[in-house]
């Protein structure tokens, strides 16, 4: 079993609607939650950091976390073409200094 | 600040042979990591410092050795190129209070 999961994709919404990227993870000590994204040929952008149950935003940008069901998502409101990308979700256990990424989900946002 | 900047962008090397990339971060992080992206994957770990003198093994180190003489290099070094290890190279860093990791723009890299 992989230890962070995402749907490849591509994930593709039309420009205005709402983005809803998922990623689940195996390991329940997992404390810190991120998501980067890359545009492509760049490297990756933090966008999102979650580390407690619930929902934070910041701007167009909410990212939940759901701990006993080892579930974290990003959602992007308004979506715009300049949100076409790739995010990937990145796990940290606490004791840990290592993120683990999943394989990404690439994002289209259609004119 | 340039902060982490990588050389070479691009390279092609022969079966067998050597190099090193070179990852350099001016922002005087402790922790330095090595990652490597294959096609449409996501970051593998290869190594990865917690300060000058000190590395470790991540998820993918076979083929790879690092050594982290200053605070500010961590260069990773390929002993006998194999078509395996063609992929792109991000070296990223970070301090210690804070666990945002800050990337390299990449080295592109093609063993023929």
């Known amino acids: 079993q992989k230890e962070v999961e995402q749907n490849s994709g591509p994930l593709s919404v039309p420009e205005g609607a709402i983005a809803s990227l998922n990623c689940t993870y195996s390991d329940r000590g997992s404390q810190s939650f991120f998501w980067y994204r890359q545009y492509s040929g760049k490297s990756p952008e933090l966008i999102m950091s979650i580390y407690s149950n619930g929902d934070k935003e910041d701007g167009r940008f909410t990212a939940q976390l759901n701990k006993a069901s080892q579930y974290v998502s990003l959602l992007i409101r308004d979506s715009q073409p300049s949100d076409s990308a790739t995010y990937l979700c990145?796990?940290?256990?606490?004791?840990?200094?290592?993120?683990?990424f999943g394989s990404g989900t690439r994002l289209l946002v259609r004119p | 600040n340039a902060g982490v900047t990588q050389t070479p962008k691009f390279r092609i090397l022969k079966i067998g042979q050597s190099m090193t990339l070179q990852c350099t971060q001016d922002m005087n992080h402790n922790y330095m990591y090595w990652y490597r992206q294959d096609p449409g994957m996501g970051l593998k770990l290869i190594y990865y410092?917690?300060?000058?003198?000190?590395?470790d093994k991540g998820e993918v180190p076979n083929g790879y050795n690092v050594s982290r003489s200053t605070t500010e290099d961590f260069p990773l070094r390929l002993e006998l190129a194999a078509p395996s290890q063609t992929s792109v190279y991000f070296c990223a860093s970070r301090t210690s209070a804070e666990e945002t990791q800050y990337f390299g723009p990449g080295t592109r890299l093609l063993v023929l």
């Open positions: 990145a796990v940290k256990m606490d004791s840990s200094y290592k993120l683990i």
């Open positions: 410092s917690v300060g000058a003198g000190i590395t």
